[in-house]
C-alpha cells in the first residue's frame, strides 16, 4: 500500500472527530491569530474533506499536519492528535543551522562549491529550490540564522 499523504491523514483525523468537536475545531482553526489567516468563507458549513484541503492549500502539507495538532490539542483532542502525530507520514525536517552551517562553513567559496551538484554549475539551492521551500515552517528564525551567518562571515 503506498504511503498515505498528509492530506488524507488530517481528513480520517477529522472525519473521526464528533460533530461537536469537528465544530470546535473549525472555530479553533478561525480563531487563529497567525498568518496566514483562514478565510471564514472557506470554514463555515463544510466538511471535513473541504476542511483538510483547505488547511493544506492555506499552510502547505506539514503546515497544515502542525496546525492540525496544535488545534486538536487546543479543543481537548489529544488522543486524536496524538495518533495524528504518530503517523508515517511528516517528512523530514531540514535544520536551519544545518543548512547555514554547510553553505557557510567555509567561507563564500567553499560553501558555493559544496553546493554544487553533479548536474553542472546549478547550486544546490538553486536545483532544490522547491523542495526546500516546502520544508521550511517557520520563516523568521532562517531568516535570522541566515542574517547571523552573512554578518558572521562579512565580519572576518
Not at 480520517?12 to 472555530?27: G, I, P, R, S, V
Not at 471564514?40 to 466538511?47: A, C, L, M, P, Y
Amino acid at each position: 500500500m503506498p504511503p498515505r499523504t498528509i492530506k488524507a491523514a488530517i481528513q480520517d483525523a477529522l472525519e473521526d472527530l464528533t460533530e461537536k468537536k469537528f465544530k470546535k475545531f473549525c472555530a479553533a482553526l478561525l480563531d487563529r491569530r497567525g498568518e496566514p489567516r483562514v478565510k471564514r468563507s472557506s470554514v463555515e458549513g463544510q466538511d471535513y474533506i473541504t476542511i483538510a484541503q483547505v488547511l493544506v492549500s492555506t499552510f502547505t502539507e506539514s503546515g497544515a499536519l502542525r496546525i492540525t495538532l496544535e488545534l486538536l490539542r487546543e479543543i481537548d483532542c489529544s488522543e486524536e492528535a496524538q495518533r495524528l502525530g504518530e503517523l508515517p507520514h511528516e517528512p523530514k525536517r531540514i535544520s536551519i543551522i544545518s543548512i547555514s552551517q554547510s553553505i557557510f562553513a567555509h567561507g563564500p567559496s567553499a560553501g558555493a562549491s559544496a553546493g554544487r551538484t553533479m548536474s553542472g554549475d546549478r547550486h544546490f539551492v538553486d536545483t532544490h529550490r522547491t523542495a526546500l521551500i516546502q520544508r521550511v515552517s517557520t520563516v523568521p528564525p532562517l531568516l535570522d540564522e541566515l542574517n547571523y551567518s552573512h554578518h558572521r562571515k562579512n565580519s572576518f
